[in-house]
């Protein structure tokens, strides 16, 4: 039976050995377990594995289930952690810690759901009429929709007792009802004026180009652009970030300081206000749920923009 090192959630900095039974199925590096602690279960993340001693290979506790048939960390992530390690003399564990925030690991965070209702039939009028008479709230949810001119709403919209309501009129088959993730945006409540690309001077437009052709090389090298505070750096990112995500890749944007992430937001969420899901934030001021939707957001791959200060160096981008 193999063996995998395991970096067990919590603030005790455990890293444990466990055995890989076959039932647990594909165990690779990165991925995250569940395993017998004590009198108790913990998730863990693994991060190496080996063939174990003789004299350890029967003592050793199985893990007891896999939670991610795919990796949180990906290779790629595995082999900077991995020579990371190496290079600044520190634990493997220390560096996951870095690639996997705490909110991410800890078993208490998680999607934030909400129910949604979706119209699925609209009723006739005489239905609609039969429905005040005999059932008010239930024709005030479905007139909602015929109002509002839209097909789906959140259930906390039509307020107290409301379930009662919907699964009433879902079982007639004017509804739906469905659980839905709620992201939970670090910008919410902001507006984002859209704004266009501007007419780039001739040294914009060679740095542009010279940026470009860089990331199209195959043995890529630094850029570096150099220019005074006003003098239109931010707009050349700008549109060298829209030719990278238009050709399928990602761009990470790496602030200062915290304190700048906030202008630096502004800016990319308005140029790209036609796709304002594929601007993420990290650093370390987001709420828990914000970082855990956030960073599930670049790994999925739907946040293709990732703004941030110097931790933001480990996000789990697409490459």
Known sequence: MQAARI???GQSDLVLDYGIPP???DVKPGCRVQVPLRNRTA???VLTLSEP???WKDRLKPILKLIDPEPLISPVMMNLASWAADYYSVALDQMIRCLLPE???QENTAEKMRKMVYLEKTPAREELDALYRKAPRQAQMLDYFSSAKQQSAPLAAFGAGALNVARSLEAKGFISLKEEAVHRDPSTGEQFVPTQPMKLN???QKALEEITAMCAAERKKPVLLQGVTGSGKTEVYLQAVSQIVKSGKSALIMVP???L????VQRFKSRFAELPSSVAVLHSLLSDGERFDEWHAIRSGKARIVIGPRSAVFAPSKI
């Open 23 to 25: 039932e647990a199925g």
């Open 103 to 105: 909110t991410v690991r």
């Open 7 to 9: 970096l067990v959630d």
């Open 43 to 45: 998730t863990g993340t």
């Open 257 to 259: 300081e915290i304190s």
């Open 261 to 264: 992430t906030p202008q630096t």
């Open 202 to 204: 001739s040294q914009q």
């Open 53 to 55: 001693a003789p004299a």
